[in-house]
């Protein structure tokens, strides 16, 4: 199925969870109701901006479009905010080399070889 017809399917589902008409998701989204319409048969897709829009209004913080998950939260205070923008954009990993990541209570340890990505929890050290 087409991308756009599969996101159009989800943006009329949330709209008919919250019993709302076309026009009204037009009017709080500051678009042309027919706009609606067409992202909702799949025949256009919102821009990003208007997309996050859409999801606020229809209380929506996923689509499944194709084999990705799109996510749409608010970030609730400044931690939040810090916490994605020192997120690492890239991760390069060398082969035969290994490395550890710790985050959030929980250890991995992450081993490239030309077999393939070997995931595994890492070994905690003992506090005592």
């Known amino acids: 199925m087409d991308w756009k017809k599969e ?4 943006l009329r589902e949330g709209r008919n969870d919250l019993s709302l008409f076309q026009d009204d998701v037009a009017e709080q989204a500051e678009i042309h109701k027919n706009m609606i319409g067409r992202y909702e048969n799949g025949g256009a897709a919102p821009e990003l ?6 999801a606020v209004i229809l209380d929506k913080q996923e689509f499944q479009i194709g084999n990705h998950l799109v996510v749409i939260r608010a970030i609730d205070d ?3 905010a810090e916490k994605i923008s020192s997120q690492p954009k890239q991760l390069r990993l060398k082969y035969g080399e290994e490395y550890v990541f710790d985050s959030h209570g929980t250890s991995m340890k992450i081993q490239p070889q030309k077999e393939g990505l070997f995931i595994t929890p890492a070994q905690r050290k003992a506090t005592g």
């Open 78 to 80: 400044e931690d939040d």
């Open 49 to 54: 901006d208007l997309l996050i829009r859409l």
């Open 7 to 10: 996101l159009g399917i989800q």
